[in-house]
């Protein structure tokens, strides 16, 4: 219960501070669109949790952690990509690595939380 707890803060946390930077930077998103969108963007994340959890249910070995590795990369680059694209485009063209580089640290702290979860015993 308590790794839920965290993992929603560290979601609810990311996602107001990105949304607050991309305002500050002059964004002409609205605060809600910006969460909507980084809620929306966390759903490849969240279908790699779900098949890094039967992989690792089959066993943990190289070949286990090669597959949660590709899967989790190829869904924070989904992720990144989604929500960098609808961002980006609503800051000036001077301030857009401003709002890309916290919405990339953001997925990758969520990804890194997927890969490196191991089950207790």
Excluded at 41 to 59: D, Q, W
């Amino acid at each position: 219960m308590c790794l839920l707890f965290q993992v929603f803060v560290i979601i609810w946390f990311g996602s107001i501070v990105i949304t607050l930077n991309s305002k500050l930077l002059g964004g002409t998103i609205s605060f809600f669109q910006s969460l909507c969108v980084l809620g929306y963007c966390i759903m490849p994340l969240t279908m790699a949790l779900v098949v890094c959890r039967i992989v690792l249910l089959s066993g943990s070995g190289t070949v286990s952690f090669a597959v949660r590795l590709t899967v989790v990369t190829a869904s924070f680059g989904w992720s990144t990509f989604a929500s960098t694209a609808f961002l980006a485009d609503s800051q000036l063209s001077n301030r857009k690595a401003l709002v890309i580089y916290p919405v990339f640290l953001f997925y990758f702290v969520i990804g890194w939380m997927i890969l490196t979860f191991s089950p207790g015993k």
